[in-house]
């Protein structure tokens, strides 16, 4: 073992031995220091403020000595020094280490050092920032800089930073772009100055790490310094997770190693606080990084995007972010049904203080819910190391409604798509019950659930909101009817009558925009004599099972369980062999073709999706623009076009598949098709042709 690794770190009183080498220290480096009479010396051993740095043979080696800032519940350092022979061994390191794990009820550790001593690097290095300055008290009036080591409690500024990051789009600036930025009208105007625009403030927030100030810190002119300072303080900073970083930095060191790319340490240290804070968008001009762009978003799902293409692409860059099912890739999301003994865990993660609920209401109102299970069912959706995610409760005493008394989400960077989920969710068994409505009366909803309510077409009636979902396959006309008659059950359902208008409008039968749109007003609710276009794709095992078909996907995993479907967007490729042309909207029916690998559960039709969008373009562009919604890596892409990039290749965006209770075999399509198919490529079908495939996959 080294010598270094011996060192040791303890607190001491005014009885120890080692008081007297602390004084000499002090006495010595009193130049640097500032001067402190034994006493105090004394005084701070007695309240045991005096850490010192002990090696193999018990000597003291260094020290540091500190005091309490109560007023702003922060440690501050006032020495910090080793011993001339131990400097550069990390005796310095273990000791503010130790003093950090010992305080962490305070909000930070700080300190203020003379800009003119050349140490700033030691204290960065060390996890510290450089926040202000101010002049000192000394004759000469030296500037003094001041370094913070936050210990990333929450506090009023960071709830209000986590708000933000939760109601618009966050993007980390870089030192590039920051230093751009000059918020001086009479500057010239730079690329990075439209990341200012007054258009975008509503919606962008951008944030900054560490980095920045440690690079203000660096400029020699102090206008300048205390100019871009100003400016920094005007931004957000993010919180992050450290208990991460050493690990996201391995991860960064490796990939650059991979790729065999040199960065500067700043440049690595801001990407992996940005992973750390999961903000997802980091905004910059160094080429290098934009090079390694894709590689970044593979491997952190980390959208790496120069300012000016964050300005052009900012509406679909926002959509990815807010929607990202593939963070979920790798992750067992478990929905489990809560017992009684379990409610006490859920408190803290789904009380909702901000809406105005009280945590005594809350957990009066979960004991109820668990209490009577007879007439609620309570689920947790459980993530890695089973930290709570979502909660949702629902109620079946109303034959032909599912009510949803409870629906959270835990703030995080997969709330939204945790969101939607659970919209979907509780609309799918309402439909797979038979019931023909949902409705969803949680009174202290949080804006991204209200957001994904929104987005399914619910009705705002008195209680909450309200949705019809059918689960029937029928003509317009029929639909219509059915929908009339549920207008009778009250006020509250009259938007059934205004749905059923429509559809009893002749004409709008043949408005593909129209009809699709109140397929997905009524979903799982198919029109059969609507002029959707419908095609059978076929899809190979191995795609199916992880797009939609968990069936295949438990086959797949053995005994493992088979992630839950949370992705209700998603995009598949193949050959650009025609078929469907681009900007066509329908259904897809996905017929899951013969792989010896799988034992059942294929050569079958097995699910209904919403055919949302078809591009075609090179595999590289299209795979950029998809990347969010799928499980496929470019290589992938490659391979349908036998590496060929430059050969065109079809996407095909789906949402809001349906999957069949009763699939239909290979000899039961053909008959309904009235040929041989093999079912090699892709084909459209007729009207009359889905409807039978559709009731026949849906039967109960």
Same mark, same amino acid.
């Given at each position: 073992?080294?010598?270094?690794?011996?060192?040791?770190?303890?607190?001491?009183?005014?009885?120890?031995?080692?008081?007297?080498?602390?004084?000499?220290? /002090?006495?010595?480096?009193?130049?640097?220091?500032?001067?402190?009479?034994?006493?105090?010396?004394?005084?701070?051993?007695?309240?045991?403020?005096?850490?010192?740095?002990?090696?193999?043979?018990?000597?003291?080696? /260094?020290?540091?000595?500190?005091?309490?800032?109560?007023?702003?519940?922060?440690?501050?350092?006032?020495?910090?020094?080793?011993?001339?022979?131990?400097?550069?061994?990390?005796?310095?390191?273990?000791?503010?280490?130790? *003093?950090?794990?010992?305080?962490?009820?305070?909000?930070?550790?700080?300190?203020?050092?003379?800009?003119?001593?050349?140490?700033?690097?030691?204290?960065?290095?060390?996890?510290?920032?450089?926040?202000?300055?101010?002049?000192?008290?000394?004759?000469?009036?030296?500037?003094?800089?001041?370094?913070?080591?936050?210990?990333?409690?929450?506090?009023?500024?960071?709830?209000?930073?986590?708000?933000?990051?939760?109601?618009?789009?966050?993007?980390?600036?870089?030192?590039?772009?920051?230093?751009?930025?000059?918020?001086? =009208?009479?500057?010239?105007?730079?690329?990075?100055?439209?990341? %200012?625009?007054?258009?975008?403030?509503?919606?962008?927030?951008?944030?900054?790490?560490?980095?920045?100030?440690?690079?203000?810190?660096?400029?020699?002119?102090?206008?300048?310094?205390?100019?871009?300072?100003?400016?920094?303080?005007?931004?957000?900073?993010?919180?992050?997770?450290?208990?991460?970083?050493?690990?996201?930095?391995?991860?960064?060191?490796?990939?650059?190693?991979?790729?065999?790319?040199?960065?500067?340490?700043?440049?690595?240290?801001?990407?992996?606080?940005?992973?750390?804070?999961?903000?997802?968008?980091?905004?910059?001009?160094?080429?290098?990084?934009?090079?390694?762009?894709?590689?970044? !978003? $593979?491997?952190?799902?980390?959208?790496?995007?120069?300012?000016? $293409?964050?300005?052009?692409?900012?509406?679909?860059?926002?959509?990815?972010?807010?929607?990202?099912?593939?963070? %979920?890739?790798?992750?067992?999301?478990?929905?489990?049904?809560?017992?009684?003994?379990?409610?006490?865990?859920?408190?803290?993660?789904?009380?909702?203080?901000?809406?105005?609920?009280?945590?005594?209401?809350?957990?009066?109102?979960?004991?109820?819910?668990?209490?009577?299970?007879?007439?609620?069912?309570?689920?947790?959706?459980?993530?890695?190391?089973?930290?709570?995610?979502?909660?949702?409760?629902?109620?079946?005493?109303?034959?032909?409604?599912?009510?949803?008394?409870?629906?959270?989400?835990?703030?995080?960077? &997969?709330?939204?798509?945790?969101?939607?989920? *659970?919209?979907?969710?509780?609309?799918?068994?309402?439909?797979?019950?038979?019931?023909?409505?949902?409705?969803?009366?949680?009174?202290?909803?949080?804006?991204?659930?209200?957001?994904?309510?929104?987005?399914?077409?619910?009705?705002?009636?008195?209680?909450?909101?309200?949705?019809?979902?059918?689960?029937?396959?029928?003509?317009?006309?029929?639909?219509?009817?059915? %929908?009339?008659?549920?207008?009778?059950?009250?006020?509250?359902?009259?938007?059934?009558?205004?749905?059923?208008?429509?559809?009893?409008?002749?004409?709008?039968?043949?408005?593909?925009?129209?009809?699709?749109?109140?397929?997905?007003?009524?979903?799982?609710?198919?029109?059969? $004599?609507?002029?959707?276009?419908?095609?059978?794709?076929? &899809?190979?095992?191995?795609?199916?099972?992880?797009?939609?078909?968990?069936?295949?996907? $438990?086959?797949?995993?053995?005994?493992?369980?088979?992630? *839950?479907?949370?992705?209700?967007?998603?995009?598949?490729?193949?050959?650009?062999?025609?078929?469907?042309?681009?900007?066509?909207?329908?259904?897809?029916?996905?017929?899951?073709?013969?792989?010896?690998?799988?034992?059942?559960?294929?050569?079958?039709?097995?699910?209904?999706?919403?055919?949302?969008?078809?591009?075609?373009?090179?595999?590289?562009?299209? !795979?950029?623009?998809?990347?969010?919604?799928? &499980?496929?890596?470019?290589?992938? *892409?490659?391979?349908?076009?036998?590496?060929?990039?430059?050969?065109?290749?079809?996407?095909?965006?789906?949402?809001?598949?349906?999957?069949?209770? =009763?699939?239909?075999?290979?000899?039961?399509?053909?008959?309904?098709?009235?040929?041989?198919?093999?079912?090699?490529?892709?084909?459209?079908?007729?009207?009359?042709?889905?409807?039978?495939?559709?009731?026949?996959?849906?039967?109960?």
């Amino acid at each position: 073992m080294t010598a270094e690794k011996q060192v040791t770190i303890e607190a001491i009183d005014h009885t120890s031995p080692h008081l007297q080498t602390v004084i000499a220290l /002090g006495d010595a480096n009193k130049k640097t220091l500032g001067l402190l009479p034994r006493d105090a010396f004394v005084e701070y051993a007695i309240k045991r403020m005096i850490l010192v740095a002990i090696d193999a043979e018990q000597n003291c080696i /260094g020290y540091l000595l500190y005091r309490k800032a109560l007023r702003k519940h922060a440690i501050v350092i006032v020495h910090l020094c080793v011993n001339p022979a131990w400097r550069s061994k990390d005796v310095a390191k273990k000791l503010v280490n130790y *003093l950090s794990q010992k305080t962490q009820d305070f909000y930070r550790l700080e300190l203020k050092c003379r800009r003119d001593y050349g140490i700033d690097g030691m204290w960065s290095k060390l996890g510290f920032v450089p926040l202000n300055e101010k002049t000192g008290k000394s004759k000469e009036g030296k500037l003094l800089t001041v370094w913070w080591l936050e210990h990333n409690h929450p506090s009023i500024f960071s709830y209000a930073a986590n708000q933000k990051l939760e109601s618009k789009l966050c993007a980390v600036i870089d030192t590039s772009v920051f230093l751009e930025l000059h918020g001086n =009208k009479e500057l010239k105007t730079t690329e990075s100055d439209s990341l %200012l625009a007054d258009w975008l403030q509503d919606d962008l927030e951008l944030c900054i790490t560490d980095e920045i100030f440690k690079s203000i810190n660096r400029i020699d002119n102090a206008t300048l310094r205390d100019s871009k300072r100003s400016l920094a303080n005007s931004f957000t900073q993010l919180l992050y997770d450290k208990t991460r970083l050493e690990s996201i930095l391995h991860s960064i060191d490796q990939l650059l190693t991979e790729q065999a790319v040199i960065f500067d340490r700043a440049t690595i240290s801001q990407l992996a606080i940005t992973i750390a804070s999961d903000c997802q968008v980091f905004v910059t001009r160094n080429t290098e990084i934009l090079n390694l762009a894709d590689k970044l !978003y $593979n491997n952190f799902t980390l959208e790496v995007i120069s300012p000016t $293409n964050l300005i052009l692409k900012f509406d679909e860059i926002r959509r990815n972010v807010e929607y990202q099912p593939v963070r %979920l890739a790798g992750t067992s999301v478990k929905m489990k049904l809560i017992q009684r003994f379990e409610q006490s865990r859920l408190l803290d993660s789904f009380y909702a203080s901000e809406q105005g609920e009280s945590e005594g209401d809350f957990k009066q109102r979960l004991r109820h819910v668990i209490a009577n299970q007879d007439k609620f069912k309570c689920y947790v959706f459980l993530g890695d190391e089973n930290l709570p995610l979502a909660l949702i409760v629902f109620e079946r005493q109303q034959a032909g409604e599912l009510k949803v008394t409870i629906m959270r989400v835990r703030p995080g960077a &997969i709330a939204a798509t945790l969101a939607r989920y *659970l919209v979907f969710y509780s609309i799918s068994l309402s439909a797979q019950e038979n019931r023909q409505f949902t409705r969803i009366i949680d009174p202290y909803l949080e804006d991204t659930v209200l957001q994904a309510i929104q987005e399914d077409a619910f009705v705002r009636v008195n209680d909450g909101y309200l949705k019809a979902n059918l689960a029937v396959a029928k003509t317009a006309e029929e639909l219509s009817k059915e %929908l009339a008659e549920l207008s009778n059950l009250g006020e509250e359902y009259n938007f059934c009558l205004k749905i059923a208008q429509t559809l009893n409008t002749s004409e709008l039968t043949q408005d593909i925009i129209t009809m699709s749109e109140l397929e997905r007003h009524l979903w799982p609710a198919k029109i059969i $004599n609507a002029d959707l276009p419908t095609f059978i794709i076929p &899809i190979q095992p191995t795609w199916a099972k992880d797009l939609f078909d968990e069936e295949l996907a $438990n086959q797949f995993l053995l005994d493992s369980q088979a992630d *839950l479907a949370l992705r209700r967007e998603l995009v598949y490729y193949k050959r650009n062999n025609g078929g469907l042309r681009p900007g066509v909207i329908g259904r897809i029916l996905w017929y899951v073709s013969s792989d010896t690998s799988f034992t059942f559960g294929t050569k079958e039709v097995k699910a209904c999706s919403r055919l949302d969008e078809v591009i075609i373009d090179k595999p590289e562009k299209l !795979y950029r623009q998809f990347r969010r919604l799928g &499980i496929y890596e470019l290589k992938d *892409l490659m391979t349908i076009v036998k590496n060929q990039p430059d050969e065109d290749i079809m996407a095909i965006r789906f949402s809001d598949t349906k999957i069949f209770t =009763k699939p239909l075999t290979l000899n039961r399509l053909r008959e309904i098709l009235g040929n041989k198919t093999t079912v090699q490529s892709l084909f459209k079908i007729s009207k009359e042709q889905f409807g039978i495939i559709y009731n026949q996959g849906t039967a109960i």
